[in-house]
């Protein structure tokens, strides 16, 4: 098995560690990873601006630098970013989006479905709060996958927010600069939550959501350890 | 409506809005409350409700199609049942044609039932301004009216109000003894609306839905005061938008299904009449309003907004909504969906704030029982934005279009993008160096909100330097 890993913005340059503990895991399961040099930006903040000029330079960058790509699959390191290539790219090109952007697969997503997160040796001793992130959960429906996994490490507890209590973290991209009060409130909301269940690890499928809950973590002095996906897995398969 | 002509500013509202802590911890209560109760009655219901949801989408999008045939069909059908109907596309019309039923029986005042329509096309002021005193029957309403405030939500529209406001609120409005027993309270009111109801010569109602092969209207509430302003007082006038209309009556039971159980997380709702037939010495008129829904209808992405039933669950489970009430969103219909609709009633130039109150999490689109992509129609309100070079841009706007522009130009070349992380540390560095901090225009709230350091090498630079 041999894969082409996106790098989304943010991991790329906020949390690069993050790439990098993703490329371990796939190696750990016997995949084979490579990384396109020239890839850039998937095009999303253009995109929820609604300028839909700008978002489709990305796209159609993505496009050229991926349909020559010879791997089996495409994983990305984002829930958006995911959505944003296998959804939006279609109202991007009219519905004339090429079929091979199925290959494009979240990272969970990618370790569920081929069954490989199996291969890992994963334990870990203590309690995390799994935070959804919306893309993935709504957009995309990844919910299972990402669950199974973190079901599969030894001595691991796992909390999660009852269904009405699951709340976005306030990014929202520009949202967070458009209306930042809010941006911040909700996610102050969601940061009191998870502290109320007393745990301190924090678990999110989205680089997008742990740059905010982390800025706004910082600004009040929790200490609490964030973890993308990947990062996490890392860890835990030491 | 809209009242006042400026635009639409959710930034300020919600300042004052996250620091009333009473108002915070009041919609906090009733929104949660209400999403429990929902997915109780929908996990009890089991595939039922899912079939439901199928049955009144199928409805809905065949109805959506041929709405102006279906209006004229429900207004024939209704008036062989000896109901006067009108169609009106202008709100002026309407409230002129009311105006003028009410004036012709001589009455005073009109017993109403919960109508959002209602609030879109500003009855209530404009009874007020012809003498005609409105009275709000629905008990949320009736709270609200006292209040001299607006509904705040499709559904529940006290939702803003705690028990506390609400017995505050009786003992200086109504002149009764202070009293935090809701059952005291509901009583005070009951006692109080009897008295209207007795004397009632007319009657204002909404409608659900309604069938256009046969022309009845359904009305679903739990208080029975509906009962009483359509069934008791000799005349009465049903106001609904042309979205209401289905075409077909069989097809109604999936729509009050997915209705109960989506607004109140009811099984079904205390009440739920079929109004349609005039019985002797009785007069019912049908209002009927298309303002905007036809264009609505009409266009490709936005017909599905008109699925909507107004249940109101997307503005529940909404974080803006739980934060805001329906109050900061400056127009009738608030929440997600109101985002929706409401560049079609006051324009984009007064919205341009409004279609940014999402952070496009997607759960509206989930909990919705006619799963309208709301999110999708949020994000083509703003390309249209953008699109429309009639539309006069906010200098905010403007400045999101260039950053947009710069962004565009530098992140899609590997090159260019290569060169940005050392000038971001180097401007870091300095904005350490002479604020202490990383400061980001935009983005910085030093005190709720501090940006993480960049690391010395982007994983790019890494990844290919070994």
């Known amino acids: 098995m041999k894969v082409s890993l996106f790098v989304p913005c943010i991991i790329n340059h906020l949390m690069p560690d993050s790439a990098f503990s993703a490329i371990n895991v796939l190696e750990k399961c016997g995949v084979s990873v490579g990384v396109e040099k020239f890839q850039v930006c998937c095009g999303q903040p253009a995109y929820n601006m609604g300028i839909y000029d700008h978002a489709k330079i990305f796209a159609e960058k993505f496009v050229r630098l991926y349909e020559k790509a010879s791997c089996d699959k495409i994983v990305v390191l984002s829930g958006s970013c995911v959505s944003m290539i296998k959804k939006n790219y279609k109202s991007l090109f009219l519905g004339q989006a090429p079929s091979w952007l199925e290959k494009v697969s979240e990272f969970s997503e990618f370790l569920y479905s081929e069954g490989l997160y199996k291969k890992l040796k994963l334990k870990y001793r203590g309690a995390v709060f799994y935070h959804k992130s919306c893309h993935l959960l709504n957009e995309l429906e990844i919910d299972k996958e990402p669950k199974s996994i973190l079901s599969s490490i030894n001595g691991l507890k796992i909390i999660e927010a009852k269904w009405h209590e699951n709340t976005c973290c306030g990014f929202g991209g520009a949202f967070a600069a458009t209306l930042p009060d809010l941006s911040i409130d909700i996610g102050n909301s969601k940061l009191d939550f998870i502290l109320s269940k007393g745990v301190n690890n924090i678990i999110a499928g989205d680089a997008g959501c742990i740059t905010h809950l982390k800025s706004l973590a910082m600004a009040c002095d929790y200490k609490l350890n964030f973890y993308y996906m990947a990062d996490f897995l890392d860890m835990c398969s030491n | ?466």
Not at chain 2, 78 to 87: D, I, K, P, S
Not at chain 2, 119 to 129: P, S
Not at chain 2, 325 to 346: E, K, N, Q
Not at chain 2, 378 to 400: C, G, M, N, Q
């Open chain 2, 1 to 466: 409506m809209n009242k006042n002509n400026a635009e639409i500013n959710i930034g300020e509202f919600s300042r004052g809005a996250l620091a009333d802590n009473k108002l915070r911890e009041n919609l906090r209560k009733a929104t949660s409350t209400a999403l429990i109760k929902r997915d109780e009655a929908v996990k009890i219901s089991g595939p039922s409700f899912e079939r439901s949801r199928e049955r009144a989408i199928a409805e809905r999008n065949v109805s959506i199609c041929s709405l102006r045939e279906l209006t004229a069909r429900f207004c024939k059908n209704a008036e062989a049942r000896g109901v006067r109907t009108f169609v009106f596309d202008d709100y002026v019309s309407a409230l002129n044609e009311i105006t003028k039923i009410i004036k012709e029986k001589g009455a005073g005042y009109v017993v109403k039932s919960k109508s959002m329509i209602s609030e879109e096309i500003g009855l209530n002021d404009h009874l007020r301004a012809n003498g005609i005193e409105p009275v709000e029957t629905d008990l949320g309403e009736f709270i609200v009216s006292l209040a001299g405030e607006s509904p705040s939500h499709l559904t529940a529209p006290a939702l803003h109000k705690s028990r506390r406001d609400v017995a505050e609120l009786f003992a200086a409005k109504l002149g009764v003894k202070y009293t935090e027993n809701v059952e005291e309270l509901a009583m005070i009111a009951r006692k109080y609306l009897r008295e209207k109801f007795l004397d009632a010569k007319i009657g204002i109602s909404g409608a659900n839905f309604a069938a256009a092969d046969n022309g009845v209207i359904s009305i679903v509430e739990n208080e029975c005061n509906a009962r009483l302003s359509f069934g008791y007082p000799q005349t009465h006038i049903a106001v609904f938008g042309a979205e209401k209309i289905i075409s077909r009556f069989s097809e109604m039971g999936s729509f009050l299904d997915i209705l109960s159980k989506s607004a109140t997380g009811q099984i079904a709702n205390a009440y739920t009449s079929f109004v349609g037939a005039c019985e002797e010495g009785h007069e019912r008129y049908f209002i009927i309003i298309t303002k905007n829904r036809y264009k609505i209808a009409d266009d490709p992405v936005f017909s599905e907004a008109l699925r909507c039933v107004r249940c109101g669950a997307c503005q529940n489970i909404c974080p803006i909504f739980q934060r805001i009430s329906g109050h900061g969103y400056g127009f009738t219909y608030a929440g997600p969906i109101g985002i929706a609709l409401a560049p079609f009633f006051l324009g984009y130039e007064k919205c341009s704030e409004l279609i940014e109150a999402s952070t496009l999490c997607g759960f509206c689109k989930k909990i919705c029982p006619v799963k309208i992509d709301i999110p999708s129609l949020i994000l083509e309100h703003r390309r249209r934005y953008y699109e429309d070079p009639s539309i006069v841009k906010t200098p905010f706007k403007k400045a999101k279009k260039i950053f947009s522009y710069i962004h565009s130009k530098i992140m899609s070349g590997p090159f260019l993008s290569s060169l940005i992380p050392p000038f971001i540390r180097l401007y870091f560095k300095a904005s350490k160096y002479l604020g202490g901090r990383n400061y980001i225009p935009l983005w910085d709230k030093y005190e709720k909100r501090h940006f993480m350091d960049m690391p010395e090498k982007t994983f790019m630079e890494r990844y290919f330097k070994k």
